[in-house]
């Protein structure tokens, strides 16, 4: 058996996580949805596929796995598995199951797959097939992300195990249960550290520094190669790679790569990569009447059902010290936010630059692309000509609302 | 009879520089004469949007350095949308 993992139309539910990225990349628990996957269906050969756009920059980050390349996949029976899907645990799959409307997977068998030219012919063949019902969350929107991410870590805990494979200071207190507590290699818990394990596991991934006076709540995961300076990391977060985090973060997601160095509250958000949160930034995540909070999706203001909800923030974004952001606000990538003495608008598009209470076109593409190079080359990671295209094109695709916030907000 | 271009770039230039318009003259530059920081060059390329109601690349008008170019540049737009 060969396994699909695909992207399906619903992908602008995700922005601004998903200008830069297919939404089975984004994070849940300790694992981008894709990796769960593959760690659920354990396939000689795994393939991807996503929207057009996104195809070069994909090649190039997977480059051993064959992306919207149905060929590579012949042969053997298909397993579509939707990239949205939260999947709990290892399941034998041998037709079609749904979540309500949604499809979770799909076993094609390989003389099927072979008449197939497409994602399209896949799923229209999926459809085609009897269904089972089973209750399995399928992903639609980003704050869906964040309120499944402490369950989530809890269920890939077992992937770690009780281990501790690095340094934990004699200082450390593990309040709660010991058995709960993942180390990775190389990774080195600084003194005065506490790992409040009382309500989930804390994974802390290889080769990550935890400062002195560092607070951790379970159910957390810290990804590889992370810093963490004297923060207070309440229950429900999650870090991908190399992120270096201060101050107070709570039920947030953070995808890799981007710094929140200094104090300041960051609390049910979804932060994208190389994204940089100057000091006091601070999002809002509750309403002060308790309402359920709204956010922009797709140009309308949409209910999100839930009462805590904190800020989206697309990749390469900046903020200046002292930012406030209001509960639910959502900023496009490469943004430049000088949040100082006003609130940002709710939405804030893409390569826009807010300042004295007004959205700006910025300093244009050239330069934002100067400062993406450098603060990638400080980490050592080279932004590829295939990411230099796709931004382009998205800057280029987003011009005309950036020309319309610039006309409502200045 | 209405104002030239030249004297709305002048008087939009002082009032988001907030210097005394008799500074604003064709040879100051923006930065090391009127002391523009990199926010208002911003700022005031959106107001010279606002107050011509056109359309600045961004990366041309930040090329402009002097009043004299901004009027120079101004002008340009100006005349190719026929106005």
Redesign the interface.
């Known amino acids: 058996m060969k396994v699909l993992i695909y992207e399906d139309e619903t992908y602008e539910n995700f922005y601004p996580l998903t200008y830069l990225r297919a939404s089975w990349e984004l994070r849940c628990g300790a694992f981008s949805l894709r990796q769960r996957i593959e760690h659920l269906f354990p396939a000689e050969q795994v393939g991807l596929w996503a929207r057009d756009i996104l195809v070069p920059v994909l090649r190039r980050r997977y480059p051993d796995k064959p992306v919207n390349d149905l060929k590579a996949l012949e042969g053997d029976d298909l397993l579509l598995v939707n990239g949205r899907a939260l999947l709990t645990g290892p399941m034998d799959v041998d037709g079609v199951l749904k979540s309500g409307e949604e499809l979770v997977c799909a076993l094609i068998p390989k003389e099927k797959v072979s008449g197939c030219s497409g994602l399209e012919d896949l799923l229209e063949t999926a459809e085609s097939l009897p269904s089972e019902q089973r209750d399995i969350k399928v992903a639609r929107y980003l704050w869906d992300l964040i309120s499944e991410n402490p369950k989530f870590i809890e269920l890939d805990f077992k992937f770690f195990g009780p281990k501790v494979l690095g340094k934990l200071h004699p200082s450390v207190v593990v309040y709660g249960p010991e058995d709960k507590v993942y180390i990775g290699e190389g990774a080195e818990i600084h003194p005065y550290v506490v790992i409040d394990t009382r309500n989930g596991p804390v994974i802390v991934d290889r080769g990550t520094e935890v400062h002195p006076f560092t607070r951790i709540e379970g159910p957390s995961y810290i990804g590889p190669n992370c810093t963490l300076l004297g923060a207070k990391i309440r229950e429900g977060c999650s870090f991908g790679p190399v992120c270096r985090i201060g101050g107070e973060v709570e039920e947030s997601i953070v995808q890799g790569y981007s710094n929140k160095y200094h104090d300041g509250f960051l609390g049910h958000a979804y932060v994208g990569e190389w994204v940089n949160l100057g000091a006091l930034t601070t999002n809002s995540d509750l309403k002060n009447d308790y309402s359920t909070v709204q956010v922009y999706l797709k140009g309308k203001l949409v209910d999100t059902g839930e009462l805590k909800v904190g800020s989206f923030i697309g990749d390469h974004t900046k903020t200046s010290i002292g930012t406030l952001l209001n509960t639910g606000t959502t900023i496009g990538i490469m943004c430049n936010i000088v949040g100082v003495g006003a609130l940002p608008p709710k939405y804030v598009p893409p390569f826009s630059l807010f300042v004295n209470g007004k959205i700006t076109k910025g300093l244009g593409f050239k330069a934002l692309l100067e400062t993406a190079r450098t603060s990638m080359s400080r980490r050592k990671i080279e932004l590829s000509t295939e990411e230099e295209h796709l931004l382009r094109a998205i800057y280029e695709a987003t011009k005309e609302e950036r020309r319309e916030a610039v006309k409502k907000y200045r | 009879m209405s104002q030239s271009v030249a004297e709305r770039v002048k008087e939009v230039v002082a009032r988001q520089l907030r210097v005394p318009i008799e500074q604003v003259t064709e040879e100051a530059r923006f930065v090391e004469d009127l002391g523009a920081e ?2 208002q060059s ?2 005031l ?2 107001a010279f ?2 107050e011509f109601d056109i ?1 600045m ?3 041309e008008a ?1 090329q402009v350095k002097t009043v004299g170019g901004a009027i120079e540049y101004i002008s340009r737009k100006l005349q190719e949308e026929g106005r």
Do not use: P
């Open positions: 990199s926010i911003l700022e390329v959106a949007e606002e359309e690349d961004e990366e930040l």
